[in-house]
Antibody, heavy 120, light 107 residues
Framework: QVQLQQWGAGLLKPSETLSLTCAVS????????WSWIRQSPGKGLEWIGE???????DYNPSFGGRVTISVDTSKNQVSLKLRTVIAADTAIYYC??????????????WGQGTQVTVSS | EIVLTQSPGTLSLSPGEGATLSCRAS???????LAWYQQRRGQAPRLLIL???RRATGIPDRFSGSGSGTDFNLTISRLEPEDFAVYYC?????????FGQGTKVEI
């Protein structure tokens, strides 16, 4: 059974960089994409982007180039950086597994989520 | 991007009753690349339905999905106490992937 363990700073000031990491265990790492999705009261569920083991990425344009998702295949970890955060970036951030192949793009398993609050 | 609009916003029902939740897409979702998730309070979303009508592993058969193109439904035939939660539709047909705003099923 795949497990997604995520961690990172939970309280940031405006203009700082959000940094989260997700460690994958209990299953294949190279056979999936790995996504970041956030959830806020204002915007609901919002797809941030995804990466595969080769480092191929796809980002949501609504983040205006502030996002970088990276992968460390030696540790089976995926990381998210969101630069120049503002209060509207306050949300629960989820790491999630996304399928390749016939059901490409389908997210089938979610991490526990990390609450990130942006406040001065 | 594809905008997903869910209705109603809230359904007030009793255990044993049936529920039908709607999800309408702003443009056609090809290959029926539409999923439904359940989110209980304080938990991450859980996949219920993929490919518009296929139940995910371990999902009870009281949950069913239907629809194609721009109109999709999630039906819960007989509500169990653990089914009172928020339900989201999600299109994974095109990037950026998008979610509906959710339907809350409450007692």
């Amino acid at each position: 059974q795949v497990q997604l363990q995520q961690w990172g700073a939970g309280l940031l000031k405006p203009s700082e960089t959000l940094s989260l990491t997700c460690a994958v265990s209990g299953g294949s790492f190279s056979g999936y994409y790995w996504s970041w999705i956030r959830q806020s009261p204002g915007k609901g569920l919002e797809w941030i982007g995804e990466i595969n083991y080769r480092g191929d990425t796809d980002y949501n344009p609504s983040f205006g180039g502030r996002v970088t998702i990276s992968v460390d295949t030696s540790k089976n970890q995926v990381s998210l950086k969101l630069r120049t955060v503002i209060a509207a970036d306050t949300a629960i951030y989820y790491c999630a597994r996304t399928l390749m192949g016939f059901f490409y793009g389908l997210t089938d398993h979610w991490g526990q989520g990390t609450q990130v609050t942006v406040s001065s | 991007e594809i905008v997903l609009t869910q209705s109603p916003g809230t359904l007030s029902l009793s255990p044993g009753e049936g529920a039908t939740l709607s999800c309408r897409a702003s443009q056609s979702v090809t290959s029926n690349s539409l999923a439904w998730y359940q989110q209980r309070r304080g938990q991450a979303p859980r996949l219920l339905i993929l490919g518009a009508s296929r139940r995910a592993t371990g999902i009870p058969d009281r949950f069913s999905g239907s629809g194609s193109g721009t109109d999709f439904n999630l039906t819960i035939s007989r509500l169990e106490p653990e089914d009172f939660a928020v339900y989201y539709c999600h299109q994974y047909d095109t990037s950026p992937r998008t979610f509906g705003q959710g339907t809350k099923v409450e007692i």
